[in-house]
Nanobody, 117 residues
Framework: QVQLVESGGGLVQPGGSLRLSCAAS????????MGWYRQAPGKARELVAR???????TYADSVKGRFTISRDNAKNTVYLQMNVLKPEDTAVYYC???????????WGQGTQVTVSS
């Protein structure tokens, strides 16, 4: 059974930082592309960042230079370091795992990030 468990969300003031974590189980972590997506109220879910098993990264233009995605294959965990947060970063953030073999995609339950003064 695949489980992706996110943590680290919360309320932060503009300009602040948060680090999200996603612990994976039930998958062969090393053969999965791991990603973070977000969905704000009334908007479609969008890619924030993704990282390949080899460490290659992709970022949405809106977060480049502020967010950093990383992974620890030994701990089956992917992280999203978010700096200089803006109110428009407010959303539910979801962890995603995509197998490079089967192309199966699995999702976490989401963690709320709210940026407000």
């Amino acid at each position: 059974q695949v489980q992706l468990v996110e943590s680290g969300g919360g309320l932060v003031q503009p300009g602040g930082s948060l680090r999200l974590s996603c612990a994976a189980s039930g998958i062969i972590f090393s053969i999965n592309i791991m990603g973070w997506y977000r969905q704000a109220p009334g908007k479609a879910r969008e890619l924030v960042a993704r990282i390949t098993s080899g460490g290659g990264t992709t970022y949405a233009d809106s977060v480049k230079g502020r967010f950093t995605i990383s992974r620890d294959n030994a701990k089956n965990t992917v992280y999203l370091q978010m700096n200089v947060l803006k109110p428009e970063d407010t959303a539910v953030y979801y962890c995603n795992a995509e197998s490079i073999v089967s192309r199966r995609r699995d999702w976490g339950q989401g963690t709320q990030v709210t940026v407000s003064s």
